[in-house]
Structures are given as structure tokens and as C-alpha cells.
């Protein structure tokens, strides 16, 4: 990708454009912006029940991976807990705080290819605590040099 303010294609419709903090075109930007709002609206008509992403595909005709791209963006943040999103595995009801990775828990554990992603997180937490005492040691350590001043504390003649 190039750098900021340099001419790139916009990943949607190809057009060529100058690089700000998107990587689509300003019309494309409006097109998605409008798309959203289509969205939400559609969602908000029936609030007391929730809707699935087919139902949102059928009734504004739009693409699967464009709507799921918009859910990975976070534009439909304020909706994610009206949307029904089913796992791409198993098929059951993803929780609200898991929306975004459009597979359940249990089925990201069972592809997962070191077993287990709540050990893998147990792991990672260990290893995050483990580094910032090792941090702490050796900051106390600098501090600790710096006050002898490069004196020799025992020395025999």
C-alpha cells in the first residue's frame, strides 16, 4: 500500500484516487454510508425480534461478503445486538460479544491449531505478566547501578 496522500486504485470500483485515511474512493465512501443507513433502518422496522443476515441480503439485495465486511468494519456496531449471526460451522447463535468472527466459541477451539484458545489466552497472560516483572527487575537494577558510581565495593590489597 502507499504511503498517505500518494494516488492509489479504490479497492471497490478501481477508480484512481489520492490516499487519505481510506483505501476507497469518495464515492464508494457515500455508496457504503447509504448502504448503512439502508441497513440500520431495515433492522430498526421490527425491534422486538432479531434479524438475520439473510433476511438483510434479500430484502436490500446486497452481497454476503460485503455485508459481512461491513459488520467487520464495525459500521453496524450500534445494531450487532439485533442482528442474529448463526456460526459458519455449526450453525448455532454466535453470542453478542463474538459477532465479529462469525464462528462460535466452540467450534474456534476445535479448528483451532494449537487446541485450546482459552489456554492459548492463559499462555499469553502468563507471558504478558512475565514481562513486565522482568521489566521491573531491570529497571531496579539501572537504578540500582547508578547509584554505586563505578566504585569497586570490595576490594582487598
Known amino acids: ?40 433502518a431495515f433492522v430498526n422496522k421490527n425491534p422486538q425480534q432479531k434479524t438475520t443476515l439473510e433476511d438483510i441480503i434479500n430484502e436490500l439485495g446486497i452481497n454476503k461478503n460485503e455485508l459481512e465486511d461491513l459488520i467487520e468494519k464495525g459500521r453496524l ?42 489456554k492459548i489466552n492463559a499462555l499469553k497472560e502468563e507471558q504478558q505478566q512475565k514481562e513486565i516483572s522482568e521489566r521491573k527487575i531491570r529497571r531496579i537494577y539501572k537504578q540500582d547501578s547508578k547509584s554505586r558510581c563505578g566504585f569497586i565495593q570490595n576490594y582487598d590489597f
Do not use: W
Request: with cysteine; proline share 2%; aromatic share 8%.
Open 77 to 118: 456496531f450500534s445494531i450487532m445486538p439485533k442482528l442474529l449471526i448463526k456460526c459458519r460451522f455449526c450453525g448455532i447463535e454466535i453470542e453478542d460479544d463474538q459477532k465479529t468472527n462469525f464462528v462460535c466459541t466452540k467450534c474456534l477451539n476445535k479448528f483451532s491449531p494449537k487446541g485450546d484458545l482459552a
Open 1 to 40: 500500500m502507499s504511503q498517505q496522500g500518494g494516488l492509489i486504485n479504490c479497492k471497490k470500483c478501481g477508480s484512481l484516487f489520492v490516499k487519505g485515511s481510506r483505501d476507497i474512493c469518495d464515492n464508494c465512501f457515500k455508496a457504503e454510508l447509504e448502504l448503512v443507513d439502508k441497513i440500520k
